[in-house]
């Protein structure tokens, strides 16, 4: 039976020091429940490997010798991480949200499993990734459908990307809130119009000054764009 509470879509974030985990590590985490933004949680951690690439670390700004001196270790981390999604089934029901999901699933997944024994949202660590969503909404095509793109359809103008896994987090939030909004508003496939408007591939000043232009994120190195 379903429960009768409602989904809860926590936007996750993830800063790494790397394409992958394991060889490299997970150094912030953020989550941010959709239309609740006074519900979020923020941690670094601390590196789980002497590797890591210079120019992934440079994203998100963060010390990696500070981590390693100051930063919870990743079990602690994951741990408290695993204590607030749960703590939130008393209101609803947790769902996994990010952008892309694959990536920052990866990450967050593994690093349950690894040091938790298992994911707080579930066996396969599955959820919503935004872009597919989208796409789904609006018919739009997957070159449609970066995060900067979004928002600005959805007039989402002053939410900026910072490589901050905490605000970046409530960023995806607030953006899915939107989406939500639009559907139910009705408001569904994007016209040839919008889409020309947009330029079919191209992305604007805009969009590179939100997505972070001259920054190399894990994602886009490994050929996924933000």
Do not use: C
């Not at 120019?55 to 695993?82: C, F, N």
């Not at 739009?140 to 990307?161: A, C, F, M, N």
Request: aromatic share 8%.
């Amino acid at each position: 039976m379903t429960s009768p509470l409602p989904e809860l879509y926590i936007g996750v974030d993830v800063e790494a020091d790397g394409p992958i985990p394991g060889p490299y590590s997970m150094i912030s985490l953020g989550m941010a429940v959709t239309g609740r933004p006074d519900l979020t949680f923020y941690t670094e951690l601390r590196p789980i490997s002497d590797e890591f690439v210079p120019a992934a670390l440079a994203v998100s700004g963060l010390d990696r010798d500070h981590l390693l001196r100051e930063a919870p270790t990743a079990q602690e981390a994951m741990s408290a991480a695993a204590a607030w999604v749960n703590g939130l089934r008393r209101i609803g029901r947790p769902v996994f949200l990010a952008a892309p999901a694959v990536w920052d699933g990866m990450f967050v997944h593994w690093y349950f499993v690894r040091f938790v024994g298992h994911s707080p949202f579930g066996a396969t660590g599955s959820g919503v990734d935004l872009r597919s969503y989208w796409m789904g909404l609006t018919g739009s095509e997957w070159v449609q459908t970066r995060k900067g793109k979004i928002k600005y359809e959805l007039g989402l103008h002053d939410v900026p990307h910072t490589h901050h896994a905490g605000e970046d987090a409530a960023e995806l939030a607030q953006v899915f809130d939107a989406v939500l909004r639009r559907r139910q508003a009705g408001k569904g496939a994007v016209s040839p119009h919008e889409q020309a408007d947009e330029g079919a591939g191209a992305v604007s000043p805009h969009e590179q000054a939100d997505e972070g232009a001259g920054a190399v994120s894990p994602r886009e190195q490994s050929g996924e764009p933000t």
